[in-house]
């Protein structure tokens, strides 16, 4: 295993200490948030956890909770989610998130918004000074989404449509495209940025996750550690 993904799997189980018999979870989608629901499975096979049902944020994650008969249930059922854990592609010093690369940005938020409290579990390459180090996932509609790149360039970045190895576009589940941002000199203002792509038609999400998460839990060589939003 490598230490990456050593690192994953030690602040998914640390999470796993948060979750109480009962709650109603909304999980995340990814290859971090995927360690968490293995060793969620794990404790309600063991009868260390009872009663536990799952918001999913995406096919994949649904997929990966009913392999393991995890109760699956919706936002109409259970407005208010006891607890949300998911994985992150950036954090900065105040908790703000680029989250999306996962390609599920959408109903990731869409879950998340509806949490109690939002735990994000990174190893510790995930902890940038500023966000936008790495791209900017962004969600648009198939409908003239070439026209979306070029006012995103317009913006000061560099945008490319995502494409699969075999020369398709990305399609997400809920049958979008995604457009990747790169900002050479990382997002100065993230606040600006997600108000003016919010209010932009034919953009249906973005990756920035701002005052959203609660606690970050991160694995470094040294241990794991616990950031809490003041």
């Given at each position: 295993?490598?230490?990456?993904?050593?690192?994953?799997?030690?602040?998914?189980?640390?999470?796993?200490?948060?979750?109480?018999?009962?709650?109603?979870?909304?999980?995340?989608?990814g290859?971090?948030?995927a360690?968490f629901i293995d060793?969620?499975?794990?404790r309600i096979?063991?009868?260390?956890l009872k009663?536990?049902?799952a918001v999913p944020t995406s096919?994949?994650?649904?997929?990966?909770?009913?392999?393991?008969?995890?109760?699956?249930?919706t936002?109409v059922?259970?407005?208010?989610?006891?607890?949300?854990?998911?994985g992150?592609d950036?954090?900065?010093p105040?908790?703000?998130?680029?989250?999306?690369l996962?390609?599920?940005l959408l109903?990731?938020?869409m879950?998340e918004i509806?949490a109690?409290r939002?735990v994000i579990?990174?190893?510790?390459s995930?902890?940038?000074?500023?966000?936008?180090r790495?791209p900017?996932?962004?969600e648009v509609?198939p409908?003239?989404?070439?026209?979306?790149?070029?006012?995103?360039?317009?913006?000061?970045?560099?945008?490319e449509l995502w494409?699969?190895?075999?020369?398709?576009?990305?399609v997400?589940?809920?049958?979008?495209n995604l457009?990747?941002?790169?900002?050479?000199?990382?997002i100065?203002?993230?606040y600006?940025l997600s108000r003016?792509?919010a209010?932009?038609p034919?953009?249906?999400?973005?990756?920035?996750?701002?005052?959203?998460?609660?606690?970050?839990i991160?694995?470094?060589?040294?241990?794991?550690?616990?950031?809490?939003?003041t």
């Amino acid at each position: 295993m490598s230490s990456t993904v050593s690192l994953k799997k030690e602040a998914a189980l640390h999470a796993l200490e948060l979750v109480r018999d009962g709650m109603v979870l909304g999980l995340g989608t990814g290859s971090t948030s995927a360690f968490f629901i293995d060793g969620l499975a794990e404790r309600i096979a063991e009868g260390r956890l009872k009663d536990i049902c799952a918001v999913p944020t995406s096919e994949v994650t649904a997929t990966q909770l009913r392999q393991y008969g995890v109760r699956l249930t919706t936002l109409v059922e259970h407005t208010q989610l006891d607890l949300a854990v998911d994985g992150a592609d950036e954090v900065d010093p105040q908790l703000n998130l680029i989250k999306g690369l996962g390609r599920a940005l959408l109903r990731e938020k869409m879950v998340e918004i509806h949490a109690g409290r939002l735990v994000i579990i990174v190893d510790e390459s995930k902890i940038v000074h500023r966000l936008g180090r790495g791209p900017l996932p962004v969600e648009v509609t198939p409908f003239e989404a070439q026209a979306q790149v070029l006012w995103l360039e317009s913006l000061g970045c560099r945008a490319e449509l995502w494409y699969e190895k075999n020369g398709s576009l990305v399609v997400t589940d809920n049958c979008n495209n995604l457009i990747r941002c790169w900002f050479d000199d990382g997002i100065t203002d993230a606040y600006a940025l997600s108000r003016t792509l919010a209010d932009r038609p034919g953009i249906v999400e973005h990756g920035l996750f701002l005052d959203m998460a609660d606690q970050v839990i991160v694995a470094g060589p040294g241990g794991v550690r616990t950031l809490e939003r003041t």
